[in-house]
């Protein structure tokens, strides 16, 4: 059983669709009467995160992961909240410290505040993240209309790289190590698009299990499917000489998540808006593919024209 | 270190007490511009619930005692996100259908909505709750006045007794058992106090780490003492007999937590408006003491009027 099949199966009905408030298919909780939106997610050590000897980069990358699932959806967050189990080897005074800094840096690049939390006692390391923001409106997943453009933020696949540097399944010189695994610590969140996006996205979500499995969860509802192009698939230079060196597949660097960049649609009438924002903010937003009915079948097309698909979508939460 | 001091000396000043909001020094946080009031609890196996047996009843618990922090403060919850951190084992079918189960008779129960969480794999359980509530204000903490009275809700030590009994540190008989473990499970929130606190309470907690915990921390930046009587601390009927039965000693039995009552002090001019209230709503409101200057030491007068101290004052969490 996936986390959706479980949502579903058990959970869905608990959360009756009221005229204000989103039920439990979407990244968020919406009441639009009182203008909040909510995200709730728990971050578990060997899972989310490898281990907890940069207790200052877990930390940054879970506060970003968090308020990532607000910005995409077209809304800056205010508040969050902490809840951290762990014990006497994890949360040691130096630690304790290297998570308060990081949090305050946090604060400042994002203009949020910390306002409660929890902290237990458990051999166990996990950190539990509420981020709170408001807004008159959302943009929703299960939205988006055929012939609809599909667009990502910034360069996908660095994060997965990181994480096989920080695996040692790769290896690189410092100077590459260093570079590829900040970008798994840190995602470059682009909270300056929240305020732009519903100026053209008809849906949107975050990249946090892989560019595929966020997609399908994009249109889960909707009877669509969609083309990607993989050429068109925005990657860093860095991680285009890494592939070209150590002759590695495109293909299976850009899905495999933790990139937290916003994946969207719009129509193509926004083609014009999409540019000059992307050129006013300084931030790559690429056509990647497009939305169809799914009397055809979705589809990658590879870098030799031809159709191909993948066995594994991305990260999928098992019990 | 305890929790106290963990706040206090490292993530405090991350939360600047703005205009609007409460810093970190409150069960809940509160924007009165946005009258948006939040709690996040984390709840631990082996730690907050003794086992995952009874799932039912353990979801029933931590759901309780999540809004319990709400509604002490005068308001009602209306929405609740649950994050759960659990394996295989912990996460059957059945056992989903149990949570299930008990989440829908907690909802309609306190009229509250399931509106998000997570679900993540870990073979440590646990549960982060975050609940929400709207209010125009809330009873705070260190608001208490000298000579102000000292009130709690209901009765005190059946939980604790509860949870000797699922230890098996206490035999009874069947009957008694039932009763005292159900104390345990599932406390008797008084969710039709929360409208009416603010017509006499000058502050108020929930006690969930116990009567002398919770009453240090409601007066914890004050320089205030308090004088309990124990004659006045009330219990259950079934409490009393065991006590008497079983010789063992009512102080023993007070201040041990998970008794999720309100403890509230109101100046001694409500004394009449607390008694019409409590009758109107068949909510027992016992004095139980008074609010001192601290150059009187705090203190509880024992059965026999002499005055007592005691080494555990309740729950703290150590790091």
Known sequence: MNEFELIKNYFQKLSKKTSCALNLNDDVFFDKKKKLVVSVDTYIEGNHFLNFNKPDLVIKKIIRSSISDIICKGVKPKYYFISGSGNKKTF?????LKISKSLNEEQNRYNILLS??????????????????????????????????????????????????????????KLLSKYFSNKYFMPNIKIELAD??????????????????DLDKLINSQKLSYKLNLKNIPIS?????????????????????????VLLT??????GIIKRISSKLGIKITKI?????????SSIIDLN??????????YSHKF
């Open 116 to 173: 409660g939390g929890d902290t237990v006692f458990s051999n166990k390391l996990s950190f539990t993240i509420t981020s709170i923001g408001f807004a008159n409106d959302i943009i929703y997943r299960n939205k988006a209309k055929i012939n609809d453009d599909i667009y990502v933020s910034g360069n996908l696949g660095d994060s997965y790289l990181g994480l096989l540097v920080l695996k040692k399944k790769v290896k690189l010189n």
């Open 237 to 261: 230079n860095n991680l285009k000489k890494i592939l070209k060196n150590k002759k590695l597949s495109k293909i299976n660097f850009i899905s495999n998540g933790d990139d937290y960049q």
């Open 92 to 96: 040691t005074k130096s630690n304790l």
């Open 196 to 213: 732009e996006l519903k100026n053209f996205a008809s849906s949107s979500i975050d990249i946090s299990d892989g560019l595929l499995a």
């Open 305 to 314: 024209n031809a159709v191909i698909t993948l066995k594994n979508k991305g």
């Open 289 to 297: 593919g497009i939305i169809q009915n799914n009397s055809l079948k």
């Open 266 to 271: 719009a129509p193509q009438s926004k083609r």
